[in-house]
């Protein structure tokens, strides 16, 4: 957990119910250290990092109504370790995250299990928005 906790000295750290499970299964199955580099963030840090206003790293997101179920890890090193980035990818598209690569890290979320899409929440039917792979 306390690698998890917001950065701005707060110490928050709420997260979505078998997020944390998730990601320790992600660890384990990927066989590689995940260096988190931001997780948990309270409003106040989230603000001041420049994070959008409806993150999946909030501590509570009321626009997705759910805690924290997202996490930036270190970007592998593509020259010491050639085949690690094309993996953790590979493993986490399989286990349901969201991928999003940018030059010194690696944001993965779990928007496919905690973000009921807002418009069918009214309706009272369930429909999580889909995994997807991005660069920044």
């Known amino acids: 957990d306390n690698e998890l906790r917001c ?8 997260l979505q119910e078998g997020f944390a499970e998730a990601l320790d299964n992600l660890r384990a199955v990927y066989g590689y250290p995940m260096i988190p580099t931001s997780a948990c963030r309270c409003p106040d840090h989230n603000r001041m990092v420049g994070g959008h206003h409806n993150s999946l790293h909030l ?3 009321l626009h997705w109504n759910t805690k ?30 969201s991928v999003g690569l940018a030059p010194t890290f690696v944001h993965l979320d779990w928007r496919s299990q905690c973000c009921i899409i807002p418009a069918d929440r009214e309706l009272g039917t369930v429909q999580y928005k889909p995994s997807v792979l991005w660069t920044y």
């Open 7 to 14: 950065k701005c000295g707060c110490g928050a750290v709420e």
């Open 59 to 61: 501590t509570f997101n």
């Open 68 to 97: 924290t179920c997202a996490i930036d890890v270190a970007r592998p090193s593509a020259l010491l370790y050639p085949d690690r980035l094309g993996t953790l990818v590979g493993v986490a598209l399989r286990r349901g995250f």
